[in-house]
């Protein structure tokens, strides 16, 4: 059973188990990409509803089966992640849970492995409907997963929105670097001493789910590539996607000095703190995680754009619904380089 199934990671979850031989039902409110995986048995449920469209009036054939495999990536109200272990409990074989390491409470130093103390708590939410910051979610949903079960996997995922770019009028998200690079021309990036990026290939984090369903591998993981140079994926971004007219590699400052922030701004590159793009991932590594290459990533990023825009229309912005928004732009790009190269004259 995934829950969901047709949004975000949804569908690649969907994809990886339908091809390694499982039978697979989803459970979802029915609203998301309706027309995805319209051929697999489907139980409606609004997992944020506690009257008749929620967990407790799921038809009986589904809340009475025993279902092998449970894979769950909610990430809004944590209560809606405990009121399903209670009314399944016994019902299933393994539980997975997507996180993310933002339930660690502190990133001050590199290579955090997975027994580092989380975000502390505040008192438990006893509604659906009592919201928190997004860490602050995930961290309750683990600790509402530990108090109830032992048979679970912990998916600690890394870096799958920094990628992401805005485009005026539109809330969904491309990723922001294999965009740049196929548009071409002359690109700006970052060049920051000792500038590494770390990221989950969503690919290889769904075929970790099945290996640790096929090998009852249980516990909490990082999941993401090992700390790459940032120079590195530029190369990987070169392989796919042809050399550029010209790339500028720009001093980090100097981009922070004309309002190019880091992180938001500048995807994958966040100085502070310090352990932000180097997370230790061997944990999962020895437990089987096999991270494909980048440059496969890459070009399935690529691809699923092109599929999206064949038009190739997704323009990079400031204006998101008529407000004023520090996101990379072109008019800024340009800007920032013609003052870098009348300082380097």
């Given at each position: 059973m995934i829950l969901g199934g047709r949004g975000f990671?949804?569908?690649?979850?969907?994809?990886?188990?339908?091809?390694?031989?499982?039978?697979?039902?989803?459970?979802?409110?029915?609203?998301?990409n309706i027309h995805l995986?319209?051929?697999?048995?489907?139980?409606?449920?609004?997992?944020e509803q506690e009257n008749k469209q929620g967990l407790k009036n799921i038809d009986k054939i589904y809340k009475e089966s025993y279902w092998d495999i449970v894979v769950d990536t909610w990430q809004k109200s944590p209560k809606a992640v405990s009121d399903f272990l209670e009314e399944f409990k016994g019902?299933?074989?393994?539980?997975?849970?997507?996180?993310?390491?933002?339930?660690?409470?502190?990133?001050?130093?590199?290579?955090?492995?997975e027994t580092e103390p989380l975000n502390p708590l505040p008192k438990s939410p006893k509604t659906i409907s009592e919201d928190f910051r997004y860490a602050i979610r995930k961290t309750f949903a683990e600790e509402a997963i530990r108090e109830r079960i032992s048979n679970f996997t912990i998916y600690r995922s890394h870096g799958m929105?920094?990628?992401?770019?805005?485009?005026?009028?539109?809330?969904?998200?491309?990723?922001?670097?294999?965009?740049?690079?196929?548009?071409?021309?002359?690109?700006m990036v970052p060049n920051v001493h000792n500038h590494h990026m770390q990221v989950t290939d969503v690919k290889?984090?769904?075929?970790?789910?099945?290996?640790?369903?096929?090998?009852?591998?249980?516990?909490?993981f990082n999941v993401a590539y090992n700390p790459t140079p940032f120079k590195d994926y530029v190369s990987s971004l070169i392989h796919v996607t042809g050399m550029p007219k010209k790339i500028h590699w720009i001093n980090g400052d100097f981009l922070i000095k004309h309002g190019l922030l880091p992180y938001k701004i500048i995807p994958l590159w966040k100085p502070k703190p310090v352990g932000s793009y180097y997370f230790n991932v061997q944990k999962a590594v020895q437990a089987g995680l096999v991270n494909r290459p980048m440059v496969e990533m890459i070009t399935d990023q690529l691809e699923?754009?092109?599929?999206?825009?064949?038009?190739?229309?997704?323009?990079?912005?400031?204006?998101?619904?008529?407000?004023?928004?520090?996101?990379?732009?072109?008019?800024?790009?340009k800007e920032v380089i013609n003052k870098w190269l009348e300082i380097s004259k």
């Open positions: 990671l949804g569908p690649s979850i969907v994809e990886t188990f339908l091809k390694s031989g499982y039978d697979v039902t989803l459970l979802n409110r029915g609203k998301t995986f319209s051929n697999l048995p489907i139980t409606i449920c609004d997992r019902r299933f074989g393994h539980y997975h849970y997507i996180s993310t390491v933002s339930v660690y409470d502190k990133w001050d130093k590199k290579f955090i492995e929105k920094d990628f992401r770019i805005t485009r005026p009028n539109d809330p969904n998200a491309e990723p922001f670097w294999p965009i740049r690079f196929y548009k071409g021309g002359e690109i290889s984090l769904t075929n970790f789910i099945v290996h640790c369903s096929e090998t009852a591998t249980f516990g909490s699923g754009y092109k599929i999206r825009h064949p038009k190739d229309d997704v323009s990079f912005g400031e204006v998101m619904e008529g407000k004023q928004i520090k996101y990379y732009s072109i008019n800024k790009e």
